[in-house]
């Protein structure tokens, strides 16, 4: 990709996050993930439907009249994007890659983290941490973020998330809002990584899927590649049981994961490549904030 080409791109999905963002998700953004503790702003006078514990007794004696505390939220959250880049990701017959719906979830995110003055920061995983980008401010730094990932090359097709949880846990001392952007192919066993992120941040699991990975055509014998460990296995799609246990196979992985982040308490929501990730991302969300 050329540099010419690589601007154009990058404006593109600026253009369209940019407009969704301001047009679904900045409300629905502040809503849901909350500042990190209230901070006092001044006093006031009692007004019909106080809460009686916000009274500040000493300006009330010192006036003879209630005064109530007014607190405002502190705002500012540190926003933290893990992005599965493996082999997997490089696939998608819906229109677009598992890799392509990952930039533009990344991208409606980043905004809405900075239209909210939030800082935006990124990391990339395969079967270790590839790339940090420490958190930032301001549009620059989102684009430096969505830039890197477009000509970001792994070094690993492979997968390993408890690597990069590791890592994050590691270098975010404080509160941080987290989402996990991967399909969750992964052999290693991650819960107890996940759990234990999820006693003091934030944890969101947004999790990437094509229909294919659940569906199997019947287009005869055919070859299918695996991009992690870059083998290739015949399989003969004609075959109802076969397509029936390649559709099982898929179920049983869904509720597996499902219930997984449901044990540990972790939102999560299924993104599909052929599907409109607008509703889903609000209903993300919205389920959050409760």
């Not at 939220?73 to 017959?93: A, H, K, P, Q, Y």
């Amino acid at each position: 990709m050329t540099t010419t080409e690589l601007l154009e791109k990058i404006r593109r999905i600026e253009i369209k996050t940019k407009g969704l963002t301001k047009q679904f998700f900045t409300g629905q953004y502040h809503a849901s993930f909350k500042g990190r503790g209230m901070t006092f702003s001044e006093v006031r006078e009692y007004q019909l439907g106080d809460e009686v514990r916000t009274i500040d007794w000493n300006v009330t004696a010192r006036f003879r009249s209630p005064y109530v505390k007014v607190f405002e939220e502190e705002r500012e959250l540190v926003v933290m994007l893990l992005v599965d880049i493996s082999g997997s990701t490089n696939f998608g017959t819906g229109g677009k890659t598992k890799k392509e719906l990952a930039l533009e979830l990344m991208a409606v995110l980043a905004f809405s983290a900075i239209e909210n003055n939030d800082k935006v920061g990124a990391m990339f995983i395969s079967d270790g941490v590839e790339k940090y980008i420490a958190p930032g401010k301001g549009k620059k730094h989102v684009l430096y973020i969505l830039r890197e990932f477009i000509e970001f090359e792994a070094k690993s097709k492979e997968t390993n998330l408890t690597k990069g949880l590791e890592f994050f846990r590691n270098c975010m001392k404080k509160r941080t809002v987290c989402f996990v952007i991967s399909d969750f192919i992964d052999q290693h066993p991650f819960e107890n990584t996940l759990a234990l992120l999820k006693r003091k941040h934030d944890m969101i699991a947004l999790r990437i899927q094509d229909e294919a990975e659940y569906i199997l055509p019947d287009l005869g014998l055919i070859q299918v590649f695996n991009a992690e460990t870059g083998t290739t296995n015949w399989v003969n799609t004609s075959d109802k049981k076969t397509r029936q246990r390649f559709e099982e196979q898929a179920i049983a992985h869904t509720e597996t994961l499902n219930a997984l982040f449901k044990r540990i308490g972790v939102t999560h929501e299924l993104m599909n490549t052929s599907e409109d990730y607008i509703p889903k991302l609000v209903h993300l969300f919205q389920r959050h904030k409760k």
